[in-house]
């Protein structure tokens, strides 16, 4: 979380957002703040509560992800705001914020240091053939991939069917990290590679980042050169 961010919260009068996230912030929210917190598919609703609240001159902050405008409510915010007509009574400030494939790659080393794309692995709003068209676009021009939301209790063989592209483009010893729960205090860091990495555990806490075909393992770093000449 960026310190401007942690500011906004800290002058909120109401603070919305998925009840994970909520948990994640408790020790800097204060008595008197009011906090509004709930479930998986509730998004929408959540942002129209925000964007209610705020037309009628409540200090606001919605809570989402480690940036809302990766994978965040920022758009979903946005695009409520113009369907509701309340532009001239609503001002939104979109805090920019650490997304969980920078703070992985932190944690790794230097994976991103070259292209890369970032693939959430979820079906619940984007049908499985077009992130699988995705993920083989990804593949066959050698970017460096995070991949989000890689594995959950019932989707369980699409992380298998990824390992299954990218190996028709890289070679099983390409080196893939996984970090669970990055930058925060119970991280776990694990160093695989593309044949062997599906057998790791890994679940919705974890970000999975795949090297493209010079990215290396050096003792504990993932390192993708850049190309400069050293």
Same mark, same amino acid.
């Given at each position: ?36 917190? #709930? ?5 929408? /609703?959540?942002?129209?509560?925000? !964007? $209610?609240? =705020? &037309?009628?001159?409540?200090? %606001? ?60 692995? #979820? ?5 499985? /053939?077009?992130?699988?068209?995705? !993920? $083989?676009? =990804? &593949?066959?021009?050698?970017? %460096? ?60 806490? #974890? ?12 003792? $504990? ?10």
């Amino acid at each position: 979380m960026t310190l401007k961010a942690q500011a906004r919260l800290r002058e909120a009068e109401v603070i919305i957002g998925y009840r994970i996230y909520i948990d994640l912030i408790r020790s800097i929210v204060r008595p008197e703040q009011e906090v509004v917190d #709930s479930g998986m598919t509730r998004e929408v /609703e959540r942002c129209t509560m925000a !964007v $209610e609240r =705020a &037309a009628k001159g409540q200090n %606001v902050a919605v809570v989402s992800s480690g940036d809302p405008g990766v994978y965040g409510m920022a758009g979903v915010v946005l695009e409520l705001v113009r369907q509701l007509g309340v532009e001239n009574s609503v001002t939104v400030e979109i805090i920019p914020g650490i997304s969980a494939a920078q703070a992985a790659a932190a944690s790794l080393g230097a994976p991103l240091m070259h292209d890369f794309a970032i693939i959430s692995l #979820s079906d619940l709003l984007t049908d499985w /053939e077009v992130i699988r068209k995705r !993920v $083989e676009a =990804a &593949a066959s021009t050698d970017f %460096v991939i995070a991949l989000y939301n890689p594995k959950s209790r019932k989707r369980v063989t699409q992380v298998e069917e990824v390992r299954d592209i990218l190996l028709r483009y890289r070679g099983s010893d390409t080196p893939v990290g996984i970090v669970r729960n990055a930058k925060r205090g119970d991280e776990t860091i694990i160093c695989s590679n593309l044949a062997e990495f599906t057998k790791e555990e890994i679940d919705m806490f #974890s970000v999975v980042i795949i090297g493209n075909s010079h990215s290396y393992w050096w003792e $504990e770093y993932l390192i993708t050169p850049r190309g400069y000449e050293l």
